[in-house]
């Protein structure tokens, strides 16, 4: 196994977290290898929640999520289903260091994804899961918790201000 190199937006010369990931076609020990490595990294980093290939230098749809030392590996990811209802979570990122965002995402999502094997199969998940799935896939798509709008506290809504 290996640790892999997190980028951080400040140094992604080549732009590679703004660039949308190709699908994995193949199911072999390559994805493999980038499974256990970024289950690595994620254990060496101390990063909860989500890690996306792109975040390792990988153009892959491929993402690993640890919920409680529970880790979920899912390749080829997509949200199948979500609901009208938004929630909003605070939000923060291993390659934005020091940035925490409130963003409002759908409350609840269903992601249809295949497992390490080419296996499908789909996880329904609300508030803080469902925010965390959200976070990982739009790193597949090149996009940013600093790309979304912050939401702002309701008592600092409907605030006027100068």
Same mark, same amino acid.
Request: net charge neutral; with cysteine.
């Given at each position: 196994?290996? /640790?892999?190199? %997190?980028?951080?937006?400040?140094?992604?010369?080549?732009? /590679?977290?703004?660039?949308?990931?190709?699908?994995?076609?193949?199911?072999?020990?390559?994805?493999?290898?980038?499974?256990?490595?970024?289950?690595?990294?994620?254990?060496?980093?101390?990063?909860?929640?989500?890690?996306?290939?792109?975040?390792?230098? %990988?153009?892959?749809?491929?993402? %690993?999520?640890?919920?409680?030392?529970?880790?979920?590996?899912?390749?080829?990811?997509?949200?199948?289903?979500?609901?009208?209802?938004?929630?909003?979570?605070?939000?923060?990122?291993?390659?934005?260091?020091?940035?925490?965002?409130?963003?409002?995402?759908?409350?609840?999502?269903?992601?249809?994804?295949?497992?390490?094997?080419?296996?499908?199969?789909?996880?329904?998940?609300?508030?803080?899961?469902?925010?965390?799935?959200?976070?990982?896939?739009?790193?597949?798509?090149?996009?940013?918790?600093?790309?979304?709008?912050?939401?702002?506290?309701?008592?600092?809504?409907?605030?006027?201000?100068?």
């Amino acid at each position: 196994m290996a /640790i892999l190199n %997190v980028i951080k937006v400040n140094d992604d010369v080549d732009g /590679i977290l703004r660039k949308v990931c190709k699908p994995v076609e193949k199911f072999d020990t390559k994805l493999h290898k980038l499974l256990d490595d970024m289950h690595d990294t994620m254990l060496n980093d101390d990063i909860l929640g989500g890690l996306a290939a792109p975040q390792v230098g %990988v153009l892959k749809r491929v993402i %690993v999520i640890n919920v409680n030392n529970f880790y979920i590996e899912l390749v080829n990811p997509e949200i199948i289903a979500k609901s009208d209802k938004m929630y909003p979570c605070r939000e923060s990122c291993a390659s934005v260091p020091g940035v925490r965002r409130r963003i409002a995402r759908p409350r609840k999502v269903t992601v249809q994804y295949f497992d390490r094997e080419g296996n499908k199969f789909s996880i329904e998940s609300r508030e803080w899961m469902a925010h965390l799935f959200q976070h990982e896939l739009d790193h597949l798509d090149g996009i940013l918790l600093t790309d979304r709008p912050e939401t702002l506290p309701k008592e600092q809504q409907n605030q006027g201000g100068a």
